[in-house]
């Protein structure tokens, strides 16, 4: 059974930063593209990041690049999203997903296409 536990959110002022941490068990994550997505109150969840196991390749939403780096310590089987600048917008509960690996942007990108979710964490940027 595949499990993800995200960490690290908070409460943090507008320009500050952030750095959450999802930890996976339970699958061979080497096959794997890991994304973060978030969802802000009364919005639809939106994918933020992901990261390609295997290769190391990296996507980001456009809302993000250049402020948040997704990374990956392979030998604990982790995914860090940094997250720097933080603004008003990035208030949301962000979420650590799975699927098996793809090159496809479309599936990787596209929140019903992951098969594997943690329980989210609260990231709340203050003025």
């Known amino acids: 059974q595949v499990q993800l536990v995200e960490s690290g959110g908070g409460l943090v002022q507008a320009g500050g930063s952030l750095r959450l941490s999802c930890a996976a068990s339970?699958?061979?994550?080497?096959?794997?593209?890991m994304g973060w997505f978030r969802q802000a109150p009364g919005k639809e969840r939106e994918f933020v990041a992901a990261i390609r196991h295997s290769d190391g390749m990296t996507d980001y939403a456009d809302s993000v690049k250049g402020r948040f780096t997704i990374s990956r310590d392979s030998a604990k089987n982790t995914v860090f999203l940094l997250m720097n600048s933080l603004n008003l917008e990035d208030t949301a509960v962000f979420y650590c997903?799975?699927?098996?690996?793809?090159?496809?942007?479309?599936?990787?990108?596209?929140?019903?296409?992951?098969?594997?979710w943690g329980q989210g964490t609260q990231v709340t940027v203050s003025s």
């Open positions: 997903a799975a699927r098996q690996s793809t090159t496809y942007s479309a599936l990787y990108r596209a929140a019903d296409k992951h098969d594997y």
């Open positions: 339970g699958g061979t994550f080497s096959s794997y593209v």
